[in-house]
């Protein structure tokens, strides 16, 4: 079973413009992270955000975490090509630090 | 500093069979973790290794096996393959006494089975 469920599965921008991720999940969490994957690769740790935290920035990068609502969302800003990926939310409940991945969303960025 | 190594990068075996999968992790880091991601999904966790031991395991079944080498790298092996174990199997590493939170993964091993 998948915890977290991202929100909307597809997004088509173009470049520059800013892309909007959401990720919805079930039960209380230790963390949540956001987590990019290019052409069915390895995937690459994009932010941790805890619990406690309501928001966390790294670069073009803006994570918000809704710990009432059940929610998280990843913002990229003024996108480029480059950012055309798949973009997971994973969450960390319990005693486990073992993320539980989403199905993800498909971005694509058009020059 | 090399990152979290995974070999082969494709497989293709045939019903029935038997494969094992290898994961070398970060530098520094003790801890393996194995996922299995089909089509169209996000990863599934299989299990995590930690001084040779399996630490915890997800919600596969008994043919889906491991092992954790004094070196910290790792093996996966699955038993009397099936179709629906096609799939790209990420390896992950963290250090267990550091923040387990943040996990590296690999590139990943893509496994076709006929």
């Known amino acids: 079973s998948q915890q977290g469920e991202e929100d909307p599965q597809a997004l088509s921008i173009q470049e520059g413009e800013n892309a909007t991720m959401n990720c919805s999940y079930k039960t209380s969490i230790n963390n949540l992270q956001w987590y990019r994957q290019n052409s069915g690769r390895g995937l690459v740790h994009l932010i941790l955000i805890r619990s406690n935290e309501r928001e966390k920035h790294s670069g073009r990068l803006r994570v918000t975490l809704d710990t009432s609502k059940k929610s998280s969302s990843l913002l990229i800003t003024a996108s480029r090509a480059a950012d055309t990926a798949s973009y997971f939310c994973a969450t960390a409940s319990g005693g486990s630090y073992i993320p539980t991945f989403g199905r993800g969303t498909s971005l694509i960025v058009h020059p | 500093d090399a990152g979290v190594t995974q070999s082969p990068t494709h497989l293709i075996k045939t019903r029935g069979q038997q494969v094992t999968l290898r994961c070398s992790p970060k530098s520094g880091h003790d801890t393996v973790s194995w996922y299995q991601q089909a089509l169209g999904q996000g990863p599934q966790f299989i299990f995590q290794?930690?001084?040779?031991?399996?630490?915890q395991r997800g919600n596969f079944p008994d043919r889906f096996s491991g092992h954790q080498f004094p070196n910290y790298s790792s093996e996966l092996n699955v038993n009397a393959l099936l179709l629906g174990d096609s799939a790209l199997y990420l390896c992950a590493s963290s250090a267990w006494r550091e923040s387990q939170e943040t996990q590296y993964f690999g590139p990943g091993t893509r496994l076709l089975v006929l």
């Open positions: 290794y930690y001084e040779e031991e399996e630490r």
